[in-house]
């Protein structure tokens, strides 16, 4: 008797384990499935991100120029930014402070009563309007040259490095 006891308690925890095995099996699988599914969404999104185009290139350049030409009252202070800091901070969404700090250092100067603009030219710059040669470094650099010219600064070229961290950033800039 103790022997169909026993088969008969072997036979009830197949009975019960088979299932549950099954179920756990097949929701792992699923889990699996999903998280893969996932990460490669994730994955594509972030290559999508990562691409250089230049509509960013032209924005970035942009907002970095706007940056530079403050607004300012008849006396050259700058309206929106009481110090070189401040200004530096709002430079950190579009370049990097190797990038930005030269410039705010040369073309503003932190008075007592606040930030001022030096009165100068603007430095010679990336044009939208002509074209650019692109150097893809890694997955995280990509370099522009471009070839200019204007009355101001005659003939330039201007390289512009960008750095992608979670969004492009101007990481930066040399004149040729």
Do not use: C
Request: glycine share 2%; aromatic share 12%; hydrophobic share 35%.
């Amino acid at each position: 008797m103790r022997r169909s006891s026993w088969k008969k308690a072997l036979a009830v925890i197949i009975t019960l384990l088979v299932p549950i095995t099954f179920a756990l099996s097949y929701h792992s699988e699923n889990i699996f499935a999903v998280t893969t599914e996932s990460s490669q969404a994730a994955e594509d999104q972030t290559t999508e991100k990562q691409e250089l185009t230049q509509a960013q290139i032209n924005k970035l350049t942009a907002a970095f120029m706007d940056k530079i030409t403050q607004d300012i009252d008849a006396n050259y202070k700058v309206i929106n930014y009481d110090t070189k800091e401040e200004l530096l901070k709002s430079f950190d969404e579009v370049a990097a402070r190797t990038v930005s700090k030269p410039m705010v250092d040369f073309y503003f100067t932190e008075k007592a009563d606040g930030l001022y603009i030096v009165p100068t030219e603007t430095p010679a710059w990336y044009n939208p309007d002509n074209s650019y040669k692109v150097k893809t470094e890694s997955d995280k650099y990509v370099t522009i040259t471009q070839s200019n010219a204007d009355e101001l600064h005659g003939n330039y070229t201007i390289e512009i490095k960008f750095l992608y961290d979670g969004g492009w950033k101007i990481a930066e800039v040399k004149y040729l």
